[in-house]
């Protein structure tokens, strides 16, 4: 496995990782036999830190997700966010997630959806909805319908929702999978630019699941790479490319030499 020494986007790294995951397996049962999705996962992430974790299908990369966010258990080993369990963090409200689907409520607005979390959950918004929905670039858009925006409009709505209790860890499952490749593409920066901002104020920890070599590179700090099922670490990667990326960075030498690096570890022969 490749290492490296991580560092954060505004460089306040302590001792304790942030994020621990320790020697943790997951296994679904099934009729036909158990599955393993993970086995044996060991992985520290500090404060701050943007990680894409790229792998195969069916490489157990949302799993990892799923077991880091709280929603489900590991079979073996454990996992903790600030020294407390995923699903006490997760009660927190220092957990925000974001899928492929948006998952907006059609009935309600823009600036609904963004505080819908605070009315379920009777929180207060540690920023102003408004405020965010500027943050994404639809300030204009506030009053608009989920079937009045394009893909992309909704992705920015769904990071906004998740943004309005400032949690400390953002989880991201393919949230660009859905898109077109020019929206995708413009949603990569997009995405630097929020997460920057946040990162200046709360320095914000992202777990970013992908298929895309080109996305893991531009946004990360470091990439995980994960070996077929069952799903362990083959590689961890530091992107040490410097911060704000701009639009040319995909042209840059030590770019499209990550870029070479990453496709060579993930030929199958690599991850055997």
């Not at 044996?40 to 299908?57: Q, Y």
């Not at 920023?127 to 500027?134: A, F, N, S």
């Not at 893909?151 to 943004?163: I, K």
Request: charged share 25%; proline share 6%.
């Amino acid at each position: 496995m490749e290492d490296c020494t991580p560092e954060t986007k505004a460089g306040h790294l302590t001792n304790e990782p942030y994020i621990a995951i320790e020697g943790v397996d997951a296994v679904y049962e099934a009729a036909d036999g158990d599955l393993t999705a993970l086995r044996d996962v060991s992985l520290t992430f500090r404060r701050g830190e943007f990680v894409s974790i790229i792998g195969p299908s069916g490489c157990g990369k949302s799993t990892l997700l799923r077991l880091v966010g709280g929603l489900q258990a590991p079979t073996r080993g454990r996992v903790t966010i600030d020294g407390r369990a995923p699903r006490e963090a997760q009660r927190q409200k220092q957990v925000g997630f974001v899928f492929q689907d948006p998952s907006l409520m059609a009935w309600r607005s823009v600036i609904d959806n963004v505080r819908l979390p605070l009315q379920v959950n009777r929180k207060k918004a540690a920023r102003e909805p408004e405020q965010l929905v500027e943050l994404v670039g639809l300030g204009s858009f506030s009053r608009y319908y989920p079937h009045q925006l394009s893909g992309g409009m909704q992705q920015r709505v769904a990071l906004a929702r998740s943004l309005v209790t400032a949690p400390g860890l953002l989880l991201m499952d393919e949230p660009f999978g859905a898109l077109d490749e020019i929206t995708r593409e413009a949603m990569r920066f997009e995405l630097l630019r929020i997460w920057g901002s946040q990162a200046e104020e709360q320095e914000t920890t992202v777990l970013f699941v992908t298929h895309s070599i080109a996305e893991a590179v531009l946004l990360s700090d470091r990439v995980i790479v994960m070996t077929p099922q069952p799903g362990r670490v083959a590689a961890d990667l530091r992107i040490d490319l410097p911060r704000p990326r701009p639009d040319e960075i995909e042209t840059d030498a030590a770019y499209i030499d990550y870029s070479r690096h990453l496709r060579s570890l993930l030929r199958p022969r690599s991850l055997a």
